[in-house]
């Protein structure tokens, strides 16, 4: 009983924590962004920024994400928890998409705290900071998907579709409407041919 009151609680709270994550993340990048485009600018006058496509810019916000939040964590995983390389990539991506499969942990032992010391100490910070700052990079990726997906070339193509294939119903009603005047004259014709005196 007490897990289900916590999850009622605590999912909409994490909700709203990796939303504004998410918000933050997206308005510092866009932030980091424009300020290397004055600063292009100041530097040369006829600076003209890359105008880049939709796709090109998720690819621009997602891969420095997941050098930051999986291959480089994935070294801290496979040092402390002496997993493979490939494993720890694994468990890095598995646990920042929430699909957590449970087949892969942190152990946080007594052994490796006699082992590492202090540094034990700062890799169990890291794992919470990671994942949530993780996480909340992810929802920024996602919320640029959703603004991209709203954006006026979208809309404008969205547009374009929907009035080609509102053009194209238009015609194909007409064509049926001319083939049932034509089916029914020549019903037409056959019911008169029934009636007729040779």
């Known amino acids: 009983m007490f897990m289900i009151l916590y999850a009622l609680v605590g999912i909409p ?6 939303a504004y994550l998410g918000e933050f993340f997206g308005s510092m990048f866009t932030g980091l962004y424009r300020l290397y485009h004055l600063y292009q600018k100041n530097l040369n ?20 994400g997941i050098v930051l939040f999986i291959f480089i964590p994935a070294c801290l995983f496979s040092y402390f928890e002496n997993w493979e390389y490939s494993i720890s990539v694994y468990y ?19 052994l490796q705290e006699q082992q590492f010391g202090v540094f034990f100490r700062c890799y169990q910070v890291f ?22 997906m709203r954006s006026k070339k979208i809309a404008k193509l969205e547009t374009l579709v929907a009035s ?35």
């Open 45 to 64: 006058k006829h600076y003209k920024p890359h105008q880049f496509g939709f796709l090109a810019q998720i690819l621009l916000y997602f891969c420095p």
């Open 127 to 148: 794992i919470i900071f990671w994942f949530i700052t993780g996480l909340g990079y992810l929802v920024m990726v996602m919320g640029f998907l959703a603004k991209g």
């Open 164 to 198: 080609n294939l509102r053009s194209r119903n238009e015609r194909l009603w007409q064509s049926i409407q001319r083939d049932r005047i034509f089916v029914r004259s020549i019903f037409d014709e056959l019911y008169l041919l029934n009636y007729k005196v040779f």
């Open 92 to 110: 890095a991506f598995v646990t920042l998409t929430t699909i957590g499969f449970g087949d892969f942990v942190p152990t946080f032992g007594s």
């Open 13 to 18: 709270v994490n909700g709203i924590l990796f």
